[in-house]
């Protein structure tokens, strides 16, 4: 099987893009990270890909104020250039306008750290908590023109504990972000995901009907 190749979009330190690529090098994610690209110079999500030998580029979006989809275009200039198949944003802090997607429609892949459709946006961790909600987690989904509005095909489930802080509640849902990205890569690798409407259907799915959680 060949590998899929992925550009990933970042602009902070890039936790996600790290697990990412462990699983590429163990074997365990069967992709070639292709492009890592990020709107800020000096995120050290770009060191982290030159370690590995990746192909790491700063594309600054100064001089694009006002103009969005022009700043799009340039990313996906950047990405065709590698032969990106599939674009993953990992802490990407940019709104991704109609000109990316048009580029790659239904092939943009997101991670948020809520159970959408709750909580989206930032500071989702406060809003959980102050919601009083018992249980949170994170999201993969492909991207859509909205704001974290795209079909779901992933989710992992955390308790939030009445000891959470934002923060606590953070580093425990970032573990849950560090398998199930890559797992969703893997997923669309071997062609299982298909798109219904808003629902994304995985085929060869496990699961059992009765299964559930509880929180106390």
Excluded at 87 to 102: E, Q, Y
């Amino acid at each position: 099987m060949s590998k899929l190749r992925i550009g990933i979009l970042v602009s902070g330190r890039g936790s996600n893009l790290q697990a990412i690529i462990d699983n590429v090098e163990k074997g365990s994610l069967n992709a070639e990270i292709a492009v890592v690209i990020s709107d800020q110079a000096e995120a050290y999500s770009l060191e982290r890909a030159r370690k590995h030998g990746i192909t790491a580029v700063h594309v600054s979006a100064k001089g694009y104020k006002g103009k969005r989809e022009e700043y799009d275009a340039q990313l996906v200039r950047t990405l065709q250039e590698r032969n990106v198949e599939l674009v993953c944003l990992a802490g990407f802090m940019r709104i991704i306008t109609p000109k990316l997607l048009a580029a790659y429609p239904n092939l943009v892949m997101n991670i948020h750290p809520a159970l959408l459709p709750s909580f989206p946006g930032l500071h989702v961790q406060k809003a959980a908590i102050d919601h009083g909600v018992k249980f949170s987690g994170c999201t993969v989904h492909f991207v859509d023109e909205g704001m974290d509005t795209g079909p779901i095909i992933i989710q992992a489930v955390v308790p939030v504990l009445d000891s959470d802080t934002d923060d606590s509640l953070a580093e425990r849902i970032l573990k849950q972000e560090h398998k199930i990205y890559s797992k969703a890569i893997q997923l669309y690798a071997e062609g299982r995901l298909t798109i219904r409407g808003r629902r994304v259907l995985c085929r060869d799915a496990s699961g059992r009907n009765d299964d559930f959680l509880r929180n106390p």
